[in-house]
C-alpha cells in the first residue's frame, strides 16, 4: 500500500515560518516525478480545501489566502514535495494533508498539526 509521509507541522507563534515535507513510500519512487503533488489543509469543522499544488512540469497553483506566504517546491531527485510557510496567521492553523494525483490514482498521507499561536 503506497503512504505519503507528513512532517514539519509544529506550534508557532504568528509571523512565524514552518516549513512541512512529505515523501511516499517506496513502490512510488520511480514514479514520483510524474504524479501532481498538493498540500491541502483542513481546520476543525471545516472542509479540506486546497493550500498548493505543482504539477509534474513545475506549474503551481495556491489558494488566495497563502499567496505570497506560502511556496510549494519538489526534489524529484529526493522525492520529496515541500510547503515552506511564511508570516504565519492563527487563521492558518489546521491540519496539513498531502496528496499526489495521476491517473485515476489520489493519495493521502495521514496529516500533520499546524498551530499557530501566541
Known amino acids: 500500500q503506497v503512504q505519503l509521509v507528513e512532517s514539519g507541522g509544529g506550534l508557532v507563534q504568528p509571523g512565524g515560518s514552518l516549513r512541512l515535507s512529505c515523501a511516499p513510500s517506496r513502490s512510488i519512487f520511480h514514479l514520483f516525478h510524474i504524479y501532481t503533488m498538493g498540500w491541502y489543509y483542513q481546520a476543525p469543522g471545516k472542509q479540506r480545501e486546497l493550500v498548493a499544488s505543482?504539477?509534474?512540469?513545475?506549474?503551481?497553483n495556491y489558494a488566495d489566502s497563502v499567496k505570497g506566504r506560502f511556496t510549494i517546491s519538489r526534489d524529484n531527485a529526493k522525492n520529496t514535495v515541500y510547503l515552506q510557510m511564511n508570516s504565519l496567521k492563527p487563521e492558518d492553523t489546521a491540519v496539513y494533508y498531502c496528496?499526489?494525483?495521476?491517473?485515476?490514482?489520489?493519495?493521502w498521507g495521514q496529516g500533520t498539526q499546524v498551530t499557530v499561536s501566541s
Open positions: 496528496n499526489a494525483k495521476w491517473s485515476v490514482e489520489n493519495l
Open positions: 505543482i504539477s509534474s512540469g513545475g506549474t503551481t
